[in-house]
């Protein structure tokens, strides 16, 4: 355990230190939970976080992106009235030196927020209204973090979800080669390779001004969305780390390829793997919920071809790590990336078998919405 109560010092908390515990199931970053008696109010809680520099080169500059985002939807909220302004986006607490983040000792860059309470993350999305309600908290992000002003946003991890620049990851590693895999993956490598022109239909977009660039969240996993321990409410999108300049359609996309599918990522029983229809449009409706107000007919014309997108990037992405030897992934066992790059291609193939009916499934609540 670090030393909580030294970290608590640099923060302008305004209470004092009762007790820190670690908190939650995540593997970037270190989070503990830390109560505190705020004259008078006892056992109060704040969530602390270490920022994971070895995958976040730029600590400062991601806090400098939650810190402007975050006081933006607190502005937008407020102006809306809305009853629950703090308990609908994550605070950014300043430190004693009025930046969003501490760097202690060791230099490890610090962020406290304070705990939403009343409001829990789940890791597995069981039922069509816990995906509405996570498509709906995603587009409110979205929705809040319009008209941010100020200039464009740092890059958190560049070219994140460029996905040409992914396929030609993948060919440099077919090429090299370097633990004699590629044999072996010869269909795998041909199926990423036969949907090229894919890969560049977004980036072309973006590039062309046919698609706007937003503000986006990047990992829209039900586990990052707190949903009310009461109504069942999707109330605050939280893990801010890969906020950053994007389009709409990569975090409704990451949406489908994680909530849509009838088999985990892991899953290598994938023979009958299918799209979930009933749960996509649950993700449609809950998205178009919060996002009608704003999104362009040409965003709208790609939202379920962004499922297939988005699933053929991860399964770009699991089938060079496997090829490279397994360096960016954890894996448990010597084929547990080639296990889930074919897991993701099952499903870009189940999405294209499905993809008319889901483009007419947009198109109406899309009517609906009008």
């Known amino acids: 355990m670090p030393n909580l109560r030294e970290i608590f010092g640099q923060f302008d908390v305004r209470a004092d230190y009762l007790a820190g515990i670690s908190y939650g199931s995540g593997h970037i970053n270190d989070t503990y939970c830390v109560t505190v008696d705020q004259a008078g109010r006892k056992n109060l809680r704040y969530i602390f976080q270490r920022i994971n520099k070895r995958v976040f080169k730029n600590p400062a500059a991601l806090m400098e992106n939650i810190g402007r985002v975050t006081r933006h939807s607190l502005e937008r909220l407020r102006e809306e009235d809305h009853p629950e302004a703090h308990r609908r986006t994550l605070t950014c607490i300043p430190a004693l030196t009025g930046k969003p983040y501490a760097v202690d000792a060791?230099?490890?860059?610090?962020?406290?927020?304070p705990f939403i309470e009343g409001a829990t993350g789940h890791d597995e999305i069981k039922t069509n209204e816990q995906a509405f309600q996570a498509a709906r908290a995603?587009?409110?992000?979205?929705?809040?973090?319009?008209?941010?002003?100020?200039?464009?946003?740092?890059?958190?991890?560049?070219?994140?979800?460029?996905?040409?620049?992914?396929?030609?990851?993948?060919?440099?590693?077919?090429?090299?080669?370097?633990?004699?895999?590629?044999?072996?993956?010869?269909?795998?490598?041909?199926?990423?390779?036969?949907?090229?022109?894919?890969?560049?239909?977004?980036?072309?977009?973006?590039?062309?001004?046919?698609?706007?660039?937003?503000?986006?969240?990047?990992?829209?996993?039900?586990?990052?969305?707190?949903?009310?321990?009461?109504?069942?409410?999707?109330?605050?999108?939280?893990?801010?780390?890969?906020?950053?300049?994007?389009?709409?359609?990569?975090?409704?996309?990451?949406?489908?390829?994680?909530?849509?599918?009838?088999?985990?990522?892991d899953s290598t029983d994938t023979g009958n793997l299918e799209v979930r229809l009933d749960r996509f449009e649950a993700l449609v409706r809950?998205?178009?919920?919060?996002?009608?107000?704003?999104?362009?007919?040409?965003?709208?014309?790609?939202?379920?071809?962004?499922?297939?997108?988005?699933?053929?990037?991860?399964?770009?992405?699991?089938?060079?790590?496997?090829?490279?030897?397994?360096?960016?992934?954890?894996?448990?066992?010597?084929?547990?990336?080639?296990?889930?790059?074919?897991?993701?291609?099952?499903?870009?193939?189940?999405?294209?078998?499905?993809?008319?009916?889901?483009?007419?499934?947009?198109?109406?609540h899309s009517c609906q919405m009008a």
């Open 106 to 113: 060791n230099d490890d860059y610090w962020r406290v927020y």
């Open 138 to 265: 995603f587009g409110n992000f979205q929705k809040l973090a319009a008209g941010l002003g100020g200039g464009r946003l740092h890059e958190t991890i560049p070219d994140f979800h460029d996905t040409p620049k992914r396929l030609d990851a993948l060919r440099k590693a077919v090429e090299a080669d370097a633990f004699n895999r590629a044999a072996g993956v010869k269909a795998e490598i041909d199926f990423a390779l036969a949907r090229a022109s894919d890969c560049a239909r977004i980036t072309g977009l973006i590039a062309t001004g046919e698609i706007p660039e937003r503000v986006t969240h990047n990992d829209t996993k039900l586990n990052n969305v707190l949903l009310d321990d009461v109504t069942a409410e999707g109330v605050c999108v939280i893990d801010l780390d890969t906020t950053m300049p994007g389009s709409a359609l990569y975090d409704f996309g990451d949406m489908v390829r994680t909530a849509a599918t009838s088999h985990r990522e």
């Open 286 to 364: 809950g998205y178009l919920d919060s996002t009608r107000s704003f999104l362009t007919p040409a965003e709208l014309d790609h939202l379920a071809f962004s499922g297939k997108l988005l699933t053929l990037e991860c399964g770009i992405r699991f089938l060079t790590d496997h090829l490279q030897g397994d360096i960016y992934f954890k894996t448990k066992h010597p084929t547990h990336n080639l296990d889930r790059c074919r897991n993701q291609f099952t499903f870009v193939a189940a999405i294209e078998r499905n993809l008319s009916g889901m483009e007419a499934m947009v198109a109406s």
